[in-house]
């Protein structure tokens, strides 16, 4: 079956420290997003792709970045790691730009 | 900007019926979602309006007002496992980009 994971599932890293979060999707959807989830403000995005080679800024995008070189795969490094993204991350895909969304499992990562 | 408000929490009996309202000022609206989050889970799709009007799908009801900027998700027959917090999240176009934007979520408690 097809499905979206995101690796690793728990991560504890220091302050400065470059991480990289893994997204992989295996439904071939052109559309892939990363969200942060903090207590008080919802899911908010991060960063999106519309296709290989496509990225976008979303909301939050400061300190962040991501790259898109098959359909596959969307990763989110944060280049220097600060306290204040210690968040739940996820990864999403659609089929089409409107449709519905396909979340991964999420990420917990903790920046100390 | 996009501004989403639904209620923080509500609790309602096994059985019963209890209605999640959300109200949203956006520009470019192309749509309403509403997912469903358990807790320590990722967001699961329930339902997708972009026209007036109700949509049923079998327990679950979702309704839109386009004018009024209104939406309530309709659980019906409630049961233990429809705990959960219900996200409302509006869909927006403009500048060739699509993008939700998600409420802060409804935590739902439904009590024996």
């Known amino acids: 079956d097809a499905e979206i994971t995101q690796s690793p599932r728990h991560k504890i890293t220091e302050t400065g420290r470059q991480v990289t979060l893994a997204c992989h999707q295996t439904?071939?959807?052109?559309?892939m997003f990363w969200y942060r989830q903090d207590l008080g403000h919802g899911l908010r995005l991060i960063h999106y792709?519309?296709?290989?080679?496509?990225?976008n800024k979303g909301e939050v995008s400061d300190g962040y970045s991501v790259s898109r070189s098959n359909t596959e795969d969307l990763p989110l490094t944060l280049e220097s790691a600060a306290s204040s993204q210690t968040s739940v991350y996820f990864c999403a895909s659609s089929e089409s730009v409107a449709g519905e969304q396909f979340f991964g499992p999420g990420t917990r990562l903790t920046v100390l | 900007g996009q501004n989403i408000d639904q209620p923080t929490e509500m609790t309602a009996t096994e059985g019963a019926i209890v209605q999640i309202n959300c109200t949203y000022q956006?520009?470019?609206?192309?749509?309403l979602f509403w997912y469903q989050q358990h807790a320590g889970e990722a967001p699961t799709f329930l339902s997708y309006n972009v026209l007036d009007g109700l949509e049923e799908k079998g327990r679950f009801s979702s309704f839109l007002s386009r004018s009024k900027g209104y939406s309530y998700l309709l659980l019906k027959e409630l049961q233990m496992k429809d705990s959960a917090s219900y996200l409302c999240?509006?869909?927006?176009?403009?500048?060739?980009?699509?993008?939700?934007?998600f409420g802060k979520g409804t935590k739902l408690s439904v009590i024996p």
């Open positions: 792709s519309y296709g290989v080679q496509d990225t």
């Open positions: 439904w071939n959807h052109n559309n």
């Open positions: 956006t520009s470019g609206f192309n749509g």
């Open positions: 999240a509006v869909a927006y176009s403009g500048a060739g980009s699509y993008q939700l934007t």
